[in-house]
């Protein structure tokens, strides 16, 4: 039996299965709900706290199952003249970019051998870029498919805006790679424990890379088509934009997907420039601030409290990304490309080159 | 005429992005944490447990009003009927049998609260202050279409929870002996005819 | 396989029905638009889905059945198209209304005012993704129709005036409560000013998005906020001497430079502003009197009166089955209603009921207009544009 755990294949399929069971669907599920929630907050209102069993409403936490079985229970329903094979197929490509994401990021340290961390490619920020692109294929299959001229609008809008947006992403993630010098996530995790000044500034890549960061974080808005940006599916313009004709199960994939992809999206951000784990001034022995002596921590509350870490870096993302939805208006889709190609762009452009020169020279 | 151009100007900071976030951010923040730690602005009232306070004057419901003597106070007189703008109150009169000082009162007085639009002028319009719409009744609401076929009776038995009456659910007296000044304990007798 | 997604195959272009079920055209309106890639090439508006005789009822109603009509033209202001007709009513007659009356119409006219513009505003911020902005002016817009309620015990349809003078009188301690209102209500325009209006993407959204000329908005027949966003300073609350008590408050007339969305909606944050300065200057200086004429002819005895004496009784018995009778004639009273000029004609032939009540609603130019706001713009343009322009479907289609 204990054979069985160390081997390292039946090491990953456990993961998975932890991590899409445990961490990835009840998050996701657990945000539809937050969303409604933190919204009405802002907006003065109580939100959804009437599902219930029995007496109990659990801040409405039921919701979630009323929510669910209602999307289960839905006729499954093909509009005419829709293309049966991508109408099905389509919501399972966000789905899946959604979901490959988690696999390679870290939650938090290493325990002994096991890491968190489900498989640590040496093209770790390659593979994320590349399973990102693949939502766009669900969006446009699904617009198209579905034989609404709404849809196909929608469609159109978001392959144009998600395909233009992955260029501003990359070259956002490029100022990053020259400063930790790897594209290896577990080395850009590390470089991020370490410190300037002598132990007392942690170089998270908000602080190394601060332009970066704001490129990457209206990027990764843009490409999860979440307001501002959600010109494809901007509901007083062009209904609902691709997925109009879904409903039922098919839709419940895309509503998770985009809130499995909120979750992963905040997860990277967190990795990348947010210092991943890390707490700062807490090293694998414990905490040491500046020159002060070293107060020693046994190592599995140190890895205890990383993932607490992490997790809470994860929550404040989720919140700042919706909060950003609540409080601003929808760009126009000329305005999204505007504000990528003639902004975005060549201030990624300058990132990079005042990275590299300081860089060599320093 | 006082004329006042209004300033399409939008600032030195109204030229980026980010300031308008910031801005976003922070007044929305401000109600998330009010809201989150202490309630404070949050204006939901959470509907059938709790009820909003109508005003006064709302025109809520009708009911038909009573003598001191628990006689009905309308007469009949096709006011209400006449200045109805939705044609929903039908009135038969007929010779009051019991009260020999009044001469009609109304043998039925339907009104469909589906057609009512709630503008409360045939409380105006009455003369005999025999119906008002102070039942605080807000909300109707039923499965049947029937139901909102409200009868004299229906309106004249007002609902339980009504502070204006102190005639609930008390049947017209049939006779004069038993138009008594408190007129409970009188035994039920089927008026409509 | 696919259709071509309803591309003309011999124009190119992409014709799409946007409404009566879309999101942004509230079930009331259809456009019908050929767009070419994103952009509006063609134009056409179908209105009438909100069609309710108005006209045709009433020619069959007396006087005082039409009043709860009126409620139901502009919702959103409801007091405004009630002042509006029993004016032309009272004109009809010749009578005056006491200053009292006067005062509190003025008082409830700008309180619909100030709902009417934040509805508008609200739903154009929704319309162009700003959800919360809708919600909080929708919160507000709940004091002041908490304050219409209280007075005219009604929110929406509130049939609240009478001809000379209104159903009734100021209830106790409403003063202190709109003083109260006010206040919250004030707050929140300016935090949604803060949110909004010097925001970099509302701001892109509505510059010079629905842009009409001076002249086109004229020879359209543009009045009220529209107008005035072109620059124009043409109201009706002070044109011509004004109507009611308007002369006695001091206030500005906020006119725009371009005439776009944004210069709508400048304008109507200002107006609300202004409404509010003119309802604290009213509530300062109430007159004492009645709150309706004693005049026989068009208001019905106290019920005193009714219930005391013959007289009474039966002047308001001759009041209600005959119904008002005006002298014959006809006129035509326009009041500045929260969306522009709204008039109402009235033909009398001495009868207890009128020959012809025609409503001239403020919104029907501005939908005409809209295929000329909006034809080689983006789809995504149409939105805020038709939120600006405050159709409201009642109003519309009558
Ligand atoms: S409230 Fe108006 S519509 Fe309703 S019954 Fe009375 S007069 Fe008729
Ligand atoms: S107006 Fe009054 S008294 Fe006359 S019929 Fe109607 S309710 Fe009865």
């Avoid at chain 2, 404070?40 to 009573?66: C, D, F, Q, S």
Wanted: net charge neutral.
């Amino acid at each position: 039996m204990l054979e069985l755990l160390i081997n390292p294949y039946i090491q990953t399929i456990l993961k998975v299965i932890f991590l899409i069971f445990l961490v990835v669907l009840p998050s996701a599920a657990l945000l539809t709900l937050m969303e409604r929630k933190w919204s009405a907050l802002i907006q003065d209102r109580r939100g959804p706290g009437r599902a219930n069993i029995g007496k109990f409403t659990f801040l409405g936490i039921f919701h979630i199952l009323a929510d669910g079985m209602k999307l289960a229970l839905k006729e499954d329903f093909y509009p005419a003249g829709t293309n049966r094979f991508l109408f099905t197929i389509a919501p399972y490509f966000g789905f899946f970019s959604a979901v490959t994401l988690f696999a390679l990021l870290p939650i938090t340290s290493p325990l002994g051998n096991f890491t968190f961390q489900i498989v640590d490619v040496n093209i770790g920020i390659l593979m994320i870029l590349a399973y990102m692109s693949f939502s766009i294929y669900g969006a446009v299959l699904a617009g198209w498919s579905t034989d609404n001229k709404y849809g196909m609008l929608g469609a159109v809008r978001a392959s144009a805006q998600m395909i233009s947006y992955e260029v501003f992403l990359g070259v956002s993630l490029l100022g990053l790679l020259v400063v930790y010098n790897s594209l290896r996530i577990s080395d850009i995790v590390a470089g991020q424990n370490e410190y300037w000044f002598n132990g007392l500034i942690p170089k998270w890549g908000i602080l190394t890379q601060p332009i970066g960061f704001l490129i990457f974080f209206t990027a990764i808005l843009a490409e999860m088509k979440r307001a501002p940006f959600d010109a494809p599916e901007g509901e007083s313009e062009i209904v609902a934009g691709f997925f109009i004709e879904y409903s039922g199960m098919r839709f419940a994939l895309f509503f998770l997907a985009e809130y499995i992809s909120l979750v992963g999206m905040a997860m990277l951000i967190s990795t990348l420039f947010l210092g991943s784990y890390h707490f700062p001034w807490l090293l694998d022995a414990g905490f040491k601030l500046g020159s002060l002596p070293l107060v020693e921590l046994p190592q599995w509350l140190v890895v205890f409290l990383r993932f607490i870490t992490f997790g809470g870096k994860v929550l404040f993302c989720c919140w700042l990304i919706i909060s950003i939805r609540w409080s601003l208006p929808r760009f126009k889709f000329d305005q999204i490309m505007k504000l990528g190609w003639n902004r975005l762009m060549p201030l990624g452009i300058l990132n990079l080159i005042i990275t590299i020169l300081v860089t060599l020279l320093f | 005429m006082k004329v006042k151009v209004v300033t399409r100007d939008v600032g030195f900071l109204g030229k980026f992005y980010l300031p308008a976030v910031l801005m976003g951010l922070w007044l929305v923040s401000r109600h998330f944490f009010a809201n989150l730690l202490f309630n404070k602005m949050t204006v939901t009232i959470n509907y059938p447990e709790v009820k909003r306070p109508i005003a006064k004057r709302w025109r809520g419901r009708h009911r038909l009003t009573r003598h001191e003597n628990g006689f009905i106070k309308c007469v009949a007189c096709f006011l209400c009927e006449e200045i109805c703008p939705a044609n929903c109150i039908h009135i038969k009169s007929a010779e009051m049998p019991f009260d020999k000082s009044v001469e009609k009162y109304p043998s039925v007085f339907d009104i469909d609260e589906l057609r009512c639009i709630f503008c409360g002028l045939c409380v105006e319009a009455c003369p005999k202050d025999a119906i008002r719409m102070d039942t605080e009744i807000v909300s109707l609401a039923f499965t049947d279409r029937k139901k909102f076929d409200y009868t004299r009776n229906l309106l004249l038995d007002e609902a339980p929870d009504n502070k204006h009456t102190k005639y609930t659910n008390v049947p017209l007296p049939t006779s004069i002996e038993e138009a008594l000044p408190n007129s409970k304990g009188v035994v039920a007798d089927d008026l409509t005819n | 396989m696919n259709s071509s997604v309803g591309i003309d195959k011999d124009t190119d272009l992409m014709e799409i029905e946007i409404g009566p079920s879309h999101p942004a055209m509230h079930g009331i309106v259809r456009f019908s638009v050929s767009l070419s890639g994103e952009t509006i090439v063609k134009m056409k508006a179908e209105i009438g889905y909100l069609h309710r005789a108005f006209e045709k009822e009433a020619e069959n109603s007396r006087y005082i059945q039409i009043l709860p009509y009126t409620d139901r033209l502009n919702y959103c202001s409801a007091i405004i198209n009630n002042c509006g007709y029993s004016m032309a009513v009272e004109k009809l007659f010749g009578i005056h209304t006491p200053k009292r009356a006067e005062y509190a119409r003025v008082i409830m006219m700008e309180v619909s005012r100030i709902s009417d513009h934040m509805t508008c505003v609200a739903a154009a911020a929704m319309e162009v993704g700003a959800f919360t902005i809708f919600l909080w002016f929708i919160k507000a817009r709940e004091y002041l129709w908490e304050l219409i309620e209280d007075f005219t015990g009604a929110r929406l349809t509130t049939s609240w005036t009478r001809f000379g003078g209104n159903a009734n009188d100021f209830p106790d301690g409403f003063l202190d409560k709109l003083a109260n209102h006010l206040i919250k209500v004030q707050e929140v325009i300016d935090e949604c000013d803060k949110m909004a209006t010097t925001n970099k993407i509302f701001v892109d959204r509505l510059k010079g998005v629905g842009i009409l000329s001076k002249e086109k908005a004229i020879s359209y027949g543009f009045t009220g906020p529209m107008l005035r966003a072109v620059g124009v300073a043409h109201d009706l609350r002070v044109a011509d001497g004004g109507y009611s008590a308007y002369s006695d408050f001091d206030f500005e007339i906020p006119v725009g430079e371009v005439g776009d969305s944004y210069d709508r909606y400048l304008v109507r944050m200002e107006e609300m502003r202004q409404s509010i300065s003119i309802i604290k200057q009213a509530s300062q200086k109430i007159p004492k009197g009645s709150h309706i004429t004693r005049n026989r002819r068009t208001s019905l005895p106290p019920k005193s009166e009714v219930y005391g004496s013959i007289e009474g009784m039966i002047d308001h018995f001759k009041l209600i089955m005959e119904g008002h009778t005006p002298p014959k004639g006809e006129v035509y009273v326009n009041v500045e209603g929260a969306n522009g000029e709204l008039g109402f004609y009235v033909v009398s032939d001495g009868s207890g009921t009128p020959v012809k009540v025609r409503v001239r609603p403020p919104c029907f130019n501005f939908v005409a207009a809209m295929a000329d706001m909006c034809v080689g713009h983006p789809i995504a343009d149409l939105v805020p544009t038709f939120g600006s322009i405050n159709m409201i479907g009642g109003e519309l289609d009558r």
